[in-house]
């Protein structure tokens, strides 16, 4: 049986897509980095500690794949996939404390839109590839 091939979108549906989820998951990612600068930096009380060596320490993930967003690789789109699920989480515990039930809340729709937008640019990024590269084309014979 013969294998059926997948239907690419047309490149005029691709390329603002592309274009979109590249400026909000940006968007996305730097409200993140905000966010945990915010809060560590101005609202939580960490009890003597230093906050900047929590926060330094909060944003070595993200700093790590910062290059890759900003260039807009989609390699680096897909890692940060992964590791926003990091802070999804860590949100998620923040949020069953009522002294930082917000911060979680902000936290885990933060990581979530960052995750959303991320998937959704990697994705269109590599269908936009594929129709680029001639695949795709219904081929009349």
């Known amino acids: 049986m013969a294998k ?37 930096l101005v609202i939580a009380d960490l009890h003597g500690a230093r906050p900047w060596v929590i926060l330094l320490i909060e944003l070595v993930p993200l700093l790590l794949l910062a290059p890759g967003m900003i260039i807009g690789s989609p390699r680096g789109h897909s890692w940060m996939c992964f590791v926003v699920n990091l802070y999804f989480i860590k949100g998620a ?39 680029l590269a001639g695949e795709g084309e219904i081929s009349v014979a």
């Open 93 to 131: 515990l923040a949020a069953f404390d009522p002294n930082r039930q917000l911060f979680g809340l902000l936290e885990m729709g933060a990581s979530l839109a960052v995750f959303c937008s991320a998937l959704l640019y990697v994705r269109w990024r590599f269908q936009l590839n594929r129709r």
């Open 4 to 40: 059926k091939p997948k239907i690419l979108p047309s490149i005029q549906w691709l390329e603002p897509r592309v274009r979109a989820m590249r400026v909000i998951s940006l968007l996305c990612f730097f409200s993140l980095l905000g966010l945990l600068c915010a809060y560590y």
